[in-house]
T-cell receptor, first 114, second 113 residues
Framework: AQSVTQLGSHVSVSEGALVLLRCNYS??????LFWYVQYPNQGLQLLLK??????LVKGINGFEAEFKKSETSFHLTKPSAHMSDAAEYFC????????????FGKGTMLLVSP | KAGVTQTPRYLIKTRGQQVTLSCSPI?????VSWYQQTPGQGLQFLFE???????NKGNFPGRFSGRQFSNSRSEMNVSTLELGDSALYLC????????????FGSGTRLTVV
């Protein structure tokens, strides 16, 4: 079984500040990990994914995430927040079986103030 | 390259009715998954279809069903609608497994009154 815990249902930052969204996972097998973003009334858009290659993964829109096996974490960061980053962010995990599905965390709403 | 297309975008139904939602995956994608998204429960997995066969199923009552056609297009059906079925229903497609990540459609917003 696999699961994801996202710490903080809401995170507030000022424009230009560091963005840090936390994700911890639980998986009985080496996981595949993903971050998705959802804008209002839209579907989910893939930001980045970890598939057991480099532990530091770079994604779109300046986001990156680091896989830390010892901490079972996959936190999402961005050096400088922009107003357009305001959205809901979801961390997801997949087992490495061909029949696995994606299990999502509860989501973190990122609020960016000017 | 066209994305994942879900129709309709919005739907209002009455309790007790049934509804069918449609999803056209990205060309070449053979796996289609369905999720229900609500403010209280978040994203919950409904089922996954691969090459016309249900490969995975979530923990939902039998009122929720789906199918996939030979062209990979998928439909999901909810019978005897309840107020609690009001949600955003998201379809996602992938080439083969979830390990590639999913591409999501914009969803169908179902409101049951």
């Amino acid at each position: 079984a696999q699961s994801v815990t996202q710490l903080g249902s809401h995170v507030s930052v000022s424009e230009g500040a560091l963005v840090l969204l936390r994700c911890n996972y639980s998986s009985s097998v080496p996981p595949y990990l993903f971050w998705y973003v959802q804008y209002p009334n839209q579907g989910l858009q893939l930001l980045l994914k970890y598939t057991s290659a480099a532990t530091l993964v770079k994604g779109i829109n300046g986001f990156e995430a680091e896989f830390k096996k010892s901490e079972t974490s996959f936190h999402l960061t961005k050096p400088s927040a922009h107003m357009s980053d305001a959205a809901e962010y979801f961390c997801a995990v997949s087992g490495n079986s061909g029949y696995s599905t994606l299990t999502f965390g509860k989501g973190t709403m990122l609020l960016v103030s000017p | 390259k066209a994305g994942v297309t879900q129709t309709p975008r919005y739907l209002i139904k009455t309790r007790g009715q049934q509804v069918t939602l449609s999803c056209s995956p990205i060309s070449g994608h053979r796996s289609v998954s369905w999720y229900q998204q609500t403010p209280g429960q978040g994203l919950q997995f409904l089922f996954e279809y691969f090459s016309e066969t249900q490969r995975n199923k979530g923990n939902f009552p039998g009122r929720f069903s789906g199918r996939q056609f030979s062209n990979s297009r998928s439909e999901m059906n909810v019978s005897t609608l309840e107020l609690g079925d009001s949600a955003l229903y998201l379809c996602a497609s992938s080439m083969d497994t979830s390990n590639y990540g999913y591409t999501f459609g914009s969803g169908t917003r179902l409101t049951v009154v």
